[in-house]
């Protein structure tokens, strides 16, 4: 529909010569599964040119509170009716005071209405205590991710040095997504602390501290929703029994009317896990989880307590009390979803990361688990500002192919291992899968799971994918046969991606200059097929001045709609919902 603007999988900006192809820990337990890779394999990109500096992305901008109209190009389906809400960084400095890392940019929460094809867009910055204690100083005085806040230079230097062996509180800046429990929206970080919003003002309400409610020190910002209305999500305790991953459940909402107040009532802890190394637990972004089990994936990105502790006294930011140590392996922890019971059966792989699943299921007795993973873990603190703002070069160039590329990776683990189970043999036995899974000699289960099973070499011109999405509504926990996300051409995600899983096969939106977000699926009324519906996402645009738009493609055949052209500028954010309005 739009030529100048829209390239399909064959016209890359990744050209194909672009890249080279080289070839709960239980103690009663006594069964343990290892989960390793088929293949040796490994794909790197090399010599890339990365023509286009990207500091744009990641600068300050102003919030428009008041809905502002929209330059429809094209064709907005009319059936489409609610909010389309993203979050992320957006301011940077307060004073002469600047953030280090990306994450540490003060939450900026965004809103796309889309009415009988007509679209409005406003935003908010998030009035959290960061943020209005950063503005009432025009300082930064709240610690974040990759930045510590010095001390008050009116004070006397004694009550400086002082100030530095103060833990710092953890900060309510949420600008990694848009969650929901009880019906109510919250945006979220990964503390113990969310804000209640209003979805449709992006008004900020209320503090709510998970540690008031349950036995967490914090929460993930991806929590999952079964078809009751139930939420879940893992949350963190540590005490003098040690360091616990724990498994939330908050029940289905309870109307109440005239309450307008956040309400984690019957909330509860379903399962406590023990970290298997309470010395140096791991950090993890989210969790997996099918029709009947949750699955906590262990993964040797350390947090090193003892560094946690000293970190404020050494003048160093939380970013730098984690660690890649891929000496551990990867344990994941199988929970019942309904009982809270841990499995005995250990299941552990290699050492890898991930920061997001793409879905979960259960299959003949067998858990398929699907998600982005990377062999490199240092990454996460690779994307400080001034990384992220280099000039387009040699420097950047260098920078991005340092960079491990995520890609999807399958695990099947068996759910009917037992003591009885023979050793030395493949235990999967899905048509579909080469997987396979041994149970070894001394006890041990060990699972070879195909790296390359999710995709095929047409993969590597995109540079790897992040920010899955699948049609959660009616196929999370289920088998399904697509799922969309970013490729990462360059540092941040420069096209949306459409897998479809029985043929390896992938649609691609892509030109050059343009950086899509991450792409929320909206199914379509009375759909009969799984991608009966549209893709969404927001497009930054740093070549031109206030030209973002959203985009709306056919989830079928991937090809453009129509967009929404906003007269602003964006920056690049990190996660969204769409909020269906009736």
């Known amino acids: 529909m739009f030529p100048d603007l829209f390239l399909n999988s064959t016209d890359s900006y990744l050209s194909k010569d672009s890249y080279s192809h080289k070839t709960s820990d239980d103690s009663t337990s006594s069964m343990c599964v290892c989960v390793l890779c088929v293949s040796t394999t490994v794909y790197i990109l090399v010599g890339l040119c990365l023509p286009l500096g990207i500091a744009p992305l990641v600068r300050t901008v102003e919030e428009i509170p008041e809905p502002i109209t929209t330059v429809i190009k094209g064709n907005i389906p009319s059936w489409i009716n609610g909010s389309f809400l993203r979050n992320g960084p957006g301011r940077f400095e307060f004073g002469k005071d ?121 929460a993930t910002a991806h929590p999952h929703y079964d078809r009751e209305g139930a939420s879940y999500n893992m949350g963190n305790s540590y005490g003098k029994g040690g360091f616990f991953y724990n498994i939330i459940r908050v029940p289905p909402p309870e109307k109440v009317e005239g309450e307008d107040k956040a309400d984690f009532s019957g909330a509860q802890v379903l399962c406590s896990i023990p970290a298997s190394d309470s010395r140096k637990p791991s950090y993890y972004h989210s969790f997996a989880m099918s029709e009947n089990y949750v699955v906590f994936i262990e993964q040797p990105i350390k947090l090193d307590l003892l560094k946690f502790m000293l970190f404020r006294i050494q003048g160093k930011s939380f970013d730098k009390v984690m660690t890649w140590e891929p000496q551990y392996d990867t344990i994941f922890h199988v929970v019942h979803r309904h009982t809270g019971e841990q499995s005995k059966v250990k299941y552990s792989a290699p050492p890898m990361f991930t920061l997001h699943q793409i879905n979960a299921y259960e299959d003949k007795g067998f858990l398929v688990m699907d998600m982005c993973c990377g062999d490199d873990g240092d990454v996460i603190g690779d994307f400080t500002l001034e990384n992220l703002r280099r000039a387009p070069g040699e420097e950047m160039d260098k920078f991005y192919n340092s960079m491990c590329r995520n890609l999807p990776r399958r695990y099947v683990l068996p759910l009917t291992v037992t003591d009885d189970t023979p050793s030395d043999q493949n235990l999967v036995t899905l048509p579909f899968c080469q997987a396979t899974a041994v149970k070894t000699g001394c006890g041990k289960v060990c699972i070879r799971v195909c790296i390359y099973e999710l995709y095929d070499e047409e993969l590597f011109q995109y540079g790897g994918l992040e920010f899955p999405q699948i049609n959660y509504a009616h196929y999370n926990a289920r088998p399904y046969r697509y799922y969309y996300a970013c490729g990462f051409g360059h540092l941040f995600s420069d096209s949306l991606l459409k897998m479809d899983l029985e043929t390896k096969k992938l649609k691609a939106w892509r030109h050059p200059g343009l950086f899509p977000s991450e792409p929320v699926f909206v199914p379509a009324p009375n759909a009969t097929e799984e991608d009966d519906g549209v893709v969404m996402s927001v497009i930054i645009t740093p070549r031109t001045e206030k030209s973002t738009f959203l985009l709306v493609l056919d989830a079928k055949t991937f090809t453009e709609l129509g967009r929404a052209e906003v007269p602003v500028n964006i920056p690049f954010g990190t996660h969204g919902v769409f909020n269906e309005m009736h």
Not at 106 to 129: C, K, N, P, Q, W
Not at 136 to 147: L, M, S, Y
Not at 151 to 167: A, E, Y
Request: aromatic residues 16%; hydrophobic residues 35%.
């Open 98 to 218: 600047n953030f280090n890392h990306w994450f540490d940019g003060m939450a900026l929460m965004h809103r796309f209405y889309i009415h009988d094809g007509e679209v409005t867009y406003s935003s908010r910055f998030l009035r959290s205590d960061s943020y209005v204690r950063n503005s009432e100083k025009d300082r930064i005085v709240v610690c974040e991710f990759g930045t510590m806040a010095m001390p008050d230079p009116c004070k006397n230097f004694f009550s400086r040095f002082l100030s530095r062996f103060k833990i710092p509180k953890a900060t309510d800046n949420a600008s990694v997504n848009f969650v929901k429990y009880k019906g109510d929206y919250y945006v979220s970080t990964e503390t113990n602390y969310m804000r209640r919003v209003d979805p449709q003002s992006l008004e900020t309400k209320e503090k709510v501290d998970w540690s008031e409610y349950i036995a967490v020190n914090s």
